[in-house]
């Protein structure tokens, strides 16, 4: 009479451990729990804010250009247009003439010029 033995070996259960930890590193990896905490790519809540930052500063463009198509010029000061659901505190707004105006943010420059804005890596007026 034979024996059999229905069930795994230690061989195939210790094989699919290590495949699944494998797997479950390489996740932990990709979301930002695992690795450098000063690595904003992987960082999702620095990447996030980065998101933000870009989509405030897109917004902002919008209403400089609005007030430039209103008014011939670009505004003195960000108090002058409407700023509601952007934080003000995380942009520097530099007026070089009623025809050019420069906005920066951590990582991002927008220079508007003659009622468009483009996205630049130079700040200058």
Same mark, same amino acid.
């Given at each position: 009479?034979?024996?059999?033995?229905?069930?795994?070996?230690?061989?195939?259960?210790?094989?699919?451990?290590?495949?699944?930890?494998?797997?479950?590193?390489n996740n932990f990896q990709s979301l930002?729990?695992?690795?450098?905490? %000063?690595?904003?790519?992987?960082?999702?809540?620095?990447?996030?804010?980065?998101?933000?930052?870009?989509?405030?500063?897109?917004?902002?463009?919008?209403?400089?250009?609005?007030?430039?198509?209103?008014?011939?010029?670009?505004?003195?000061?960000?108090?002058?247009?409407?700023?509601?659901?952007?934080?003000?505190?995380?942009?520097?707004?530099?007026?070089?003439?009623?025809?050019?105006?420069?906005?920066?943010?951590?990582?991002?420059?927008?220079?508007?010029? %003659?009622?468009?804005? %483009?996205?630049?890596?130079?700040?200058?007026?």
């Open positions: 009479m034979r024996v059999v033995f229905l069930g795994f070996s230690l061989v195939g259960l210790l094989i699919i451990v290590v495949i699944v930890a494998l797997l479950a590193t930002g729990f695992v690795g450098s905490k %000063n690595n904003s790519s992987t960082n999702p809540i620095n990447s996030a804010k980065s998101v933000k930052a870009k989509a405030d500063l897109n917004t902002l463009g919008v209403r400089l250009n609005l007030y430039y198509s209103q008014n011939g010029s670009y505004p003195s000061s960000l108090s002058e247009i409407d700023v509601s659901g952007i934080t003000l505190a995380d942009f520097n707004y530099s007026l070089c003439s009623s025809m050019k105006a420069v906005v920066t943010d951590t990582g991002e420059v927008m220079v508007f010029e %003659n009622g468009s804005g %483009n996205f630049s890596d130079q700040a200058s007026c």
